[in-house]
């Protein structure tokens, strides 16, 4: 079988199910150190982050590897600790390069697009955790910042907010956001705090608001929390 068993940094039989896994190097394609972030295409490919690695590795929707761009560094298209990962509707491949305090946006194919350093004039720090909704617009964890960035598609600046606490809009190192199916609702996970937070997504004519609406508590270590099930709006 291929792909049987995902784990232990690696895809266990994913080009011969008789070689143990444990003789395969870690950087070798197809093998990882240290996996953070993971999205489908349109095409059912499968984009995985490999953080150890610094690049990112996609395979198709049977398991085998079909090639892999990034590589340490600080120039166009290297990566330094990438985290989470996004893929846009029009087929756009945005990732948060952690170390590099940036987002880079690649096409389909591995090539660069673009790299988006300054929201603000504070600029990313540690983003980390980062989606898209059916619009095409991105949702960054910023997570030194202790905030959420919302991005348009072309990469500009749409919308910021979070500090520093634990009141309704304050975050201690949120470290994961997912949008729900229609787009209204936005969750965060807040690893400090211990919770994921639940803000509804209000888009009237001419500005962009958020209001805050559950918590869900009692959590040890809130990562990054999945996209809620079709039909939640």
């Given at each position: 079988?291929?792909?049987?068993?995902w784990?232990?940094?690696s895809i266990?039989a994913?080009?011969?199910?008789?070689?143990?896994?444990?003789r395969?190097?870690?950087r070798?394609?197809?093998r990882f150190?240290?996996?953070t972030?993971?999205a489908?295409?349109?095409?059912?490919r499968?984009?995985?982050v490999?953080?150890?690695?610094?690049?990112?590795?996609?395979?198709d929707?049977t398991?085998?590897?079909?090639?892999?761009?990034g590589g340490?560094?600080?120039d166009s298209g290297?990566?330094?600790?990438?985290?989470?990962?996004?893929i846009t509707p029009?087929k756009?491949?945005?990732?948060?390069d952690?170390?590099?305090?940036?987002?880079?946006?690649?096409?389909?194919?591995?090539?660069?697009i673009?790299?988006?350093?300054k929201p603000?004039s504070?600029g990313?720090?540690?983003?980390?955790?980062?989606?898209?909704d059916k619009?095409?617009?991105?949702?960054?964890?910023?997570?030194?910042?202790?905030r959420?960035?919302?991005?348009?598609?072309?990469?500009?600046?749409?919308?910021?907010?979070?500090?520093?606490g634990?009141?309704?809009w304050?975050?201690r190192?949120?470290?994961?956001?997912?949008s729900s199916?229609?787009g209204?609702f936005?969750?965060?996970?807040?690893?400090?705090?211990?919770?994921?937070?639940r803000?509804?997504?209000?888009?009237?004519?001419g500005h962009?608001a958020?209001?805050?609406?559950?918590?869900?508590?009692g959590l040890?270590e809130?990562?990054?929390?999945?996209v809620?099930?079709?039909?939640?709006?």
């Amino acid at each position: 079988p291929v792909c049987e068993r995902w784990g232990r940094n690696s895809i266990t039989a994913a080009f011969d199910p008789g070689l143990p896994a444990a003789r395969w190097p870690m950087r070798t394609p197809g093998r990882f150190r240290r996996p953070t972030g993971i999205a489908l295409d349109w095409k059912g490919r499968l984009f995985v982050v490999d953080g150890g690695n610094n690049r990112i590795q996609v395979f198709d929707s049977t398991g085998h590897f079909q090639f892999g761009f990034g590589g340490l560094g600080r120039d166009s298209g290297k990566m330094n600790s990438p985290t989470g990962i996004a893929i846009t509707p029009n087929k756009l491949v945005w990732i948060s390069d952690s170390r590099n305090n940036q987002i880079q946006v690649f096409d389909s194919t591995g090539k660069w697009i673009k790299t988006i350093k300054k929201p603000d004039s504070l600029g990313f720090d540690t983003p980390t955790g980062i989606c898209t909704d059916k619009h095409g617009n991105v949702f960054v964890a910023d997570t030194k910042h202790n905030r959420i960035v919302e991005l348009n598609p072309n990469g500009r600046r749409l919308f910021i907010f979070g500090s520093q606490g634990d009141s309704v809009w304050q975050f201690r190192n949120p470290i994961g956001v997912a949008s729900s199916p229609g787009g209204h609702f936005l969750y965060v996970a807040d690893l400090g705090n211990k919770r994921v937070t639940r803000f509804w997504v209000i888009r009237p004519t001419g500005h962009i608001a958020y209001r805050w609406q559950v918590r869900y508590r009692g959590l040890r270590e809130p990562f990054i929390p999945g996209v809620p099930a079709v039909g939640v709006p």
